[in-house]
């Protein structure tokens, strides 16, 4: 009779969107009959065959009798972020040639190649968060994602390119792995458009310096051309993400596959384009295995710009208002729950009228238009509080270009504006005018009504909604900021209001 080894435990991270919990693997030659499913059954002889084989041709034992595999919380293995290290450390701890108590006190990531390499995996970074929250100090990585996993502080990570070089590192008979510090440089900054090249729509800039100090979100009605040139100009105008940002959002771009090894660490806010052939997992994530963040997520503490908006259609429109509503997007899995942020800045453009003419004489019917637009109408476009029409350009042999501040002086201007919001409403857990509640704006901190009679009588007419009416004094707040003023006057409330009103369809 075949009797049962000693089981050998290595830990592996469960990632569930950018948060994860430290999943302990065990392995057992000659244990219990395996998952029920058939799924799971699949995953578990795929990742045995591989990690097998890896073994094996790093001239390491593998136990004669069939090997159980088990994990210590509901996870499944194909869900976890690069098990296969933590598997074979797991088998060849049970085989008495891995130490168990430098396992007990290590996270491991990585796939394996059958010849024994590590190969990168997605998410390395919010693993190596997971594994600092459960209280490990020490990570093994693919040697390629050492910069990655370095950006987590008080953590001593250890970048390896082979199994051997893992297994020898354990047993103090190889040099030593090299610790990465956290040198690494950050992921170079997306191209962006110079306000000088907008310079023919001076409504638009101010209305991208009023969104920048905010955190409003923007419609642009007119031309592509140039309502993308000008989206684009308006992460430039938004100061550098804190450490805790730039780490969230370094780590949904991890987890999406697209960060750069060489310089991972994103400072800058993130800048997303979404047409409107996207799919439903591209624009608000999924997918299987460990799901991808769509681009709601990708843009989280950036600018989410969606082109011809008014061609998304309502369902897509609405799915999205909920998820901005929410700051994050849920989606259900086999065995969880997976989460990702999505706190963004929207930037919706779109024609003004279906033949698209913003110079030329358009050829639609009043009717034809008012259909186009209405279908941008509803709950999301109420939560737009800037909306431009942009400025037909006037053909001329020498054009006026009015004069125009450069970036660097309005995003000065932006960041003493944001820091002004920022002190103000730290207190009561809000950065930005965009993120101050309802309760505080109508209450705490309510304005004489004699400054806000501009909204009340919108309000009793039925011009604008009571979130519309809210959205509006949160501008006139903004505004308020960038002049200097420690609160709104009936000016800013007025001219909040103009913002908001330049809008073909009535809500
Ligand atoms: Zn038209």
Redesign the pocket.
């Known amino acids: 009779m075949a009797t049962v080894d000693k089981s050998g435990a290595a830990f592996a991270v469960w990632l569930t969107g950018v948060g994860g919990h430290l999943v302990q693997v065990r392995a057992t030659p000659g244990g219990g009959p395996g998952p029920s499913g058939l799924l799971d059954r699949l995953a578990v002889a795929e990742t045995t065959d591989r990690v097998r084989a890896a073994v094996l041709n790093c001239a390491l034992p593998w136990p004669h009798l069939p090997v159980a595999l088990s994990l210590s919380a509901e996870a499944h293995l194909a869900t976890l972020s690069g098990a296969d290290l933590a598997v074979a450390c797991a088998v060849l701890a049970a085989a008495g040639h891995l130490p168990d108590d430098w396992l007990a006190e290590t996270v491991l990531v990585g796939e394996l190649s059958l010849d024994g390499q590590l190969r990168p995996v997605r998410g390395v970074l919010a693993a190596v968060l997971a594994a600092r929250r459960a209280g490990l100090r020490r990570v093994v990585v693919p040697h390629a994602l050492a910069a990655e996993a370095a950006l987590v502080p008080d953590m001593l990570v250890l970048a390896a390119q082979r199994l051997d070089q893992v297994v020898g590192y354990a047993r103090g008979e190889h040099a030593r792995l090299p610790a990465v510090g956290p040198t690494a440089s950050p992921a170079p900054c997306t191209p962006l458009v110079d306000l000088a090249e907008v310079a023919d729509q001076p409504d638009a800039v101010a209305a991208l310096e009023v969104a920048a100090a905010g955190g409003h979100h923007l419609l642009l009605l007119g031309r592509p051309v140039s309502t993308s040139r000008l989206a684009h100009c308006l992460p430039g105008l938004l100061p550098d993400l804190s450490a805790d940002q730039a780490l969230e959002v370094t780590a949904i771009q991890s987890i999406a596959g697209l960060l750069p090894a060489e310089a991972p660490l994103i400072t800058r806010p993130p800048f997303v384009t979404v047409s409107p052939s996207a799919s439903v997992p591209e624009l608000l994530g999924g997918g299987i295995g460990l799901p991808r963040p769509g681009a709601v997520s990708r843009a989280h503490h950036g600018v989410l710009f969606l082109e011809q908006a008014a061609e998304f259609g309502q369902q897509r429109l609405e799915a999205l208002r909920t998820v901005l509503d929410d700051g994050e997007i849920r989606l259900a899995r086999r065995d969880a729950v997976v989460s990702f942020p999505a706190r963004c800045q929207l930037v919706l453009a779109s024609l003004p009228?279906?033949?698209?003419?913003s110079g030329a004489p358009?050829?639609?019917s009043a009717s034809a238009?008012r259909r186009y637009l209405a279908r941008l109408v509803g709950p999301l476009l109420d939560r737009v509080e800037l909306r431009v029409r942009l400025q037909t350009p006037v053909p001329s042999t020498v054009p006026h270009v009015p004069a125009m501040d450069s970036a660097a002086v309005v995003l000065q201007r932006v960041r003493q504006a944001r820091q002004r919001a920022a002190r103000r409403w730290a207190a009561r857990g809000a950065g930005t005018n965009a993120e101050v509640s309802v309760a505080v704006l109508r209450r705490e901190s309510r304005l004489p009504d004699a400054v806000t009679a501009p909204l009340d009588q919108a309000l009793a007419t039925g011009a604008l909604t009571r979130r519309g009416a809210d959205r509006t004094l949160r501008v006139a707040w903004t505004l308020a900021d960038l002049a200097g003023h420690d609160q709104p006057d009936a000016e800013h409330v007025l001219r909040a209001l103009h913002l908001r009103d330049r809008r073909p369809p009535a809500c």
């Not at 009228?353 to 003419?357: E, L």
């Open positions: 009228c279906r033949c698209g003419s358009c050829v639609c238009r």
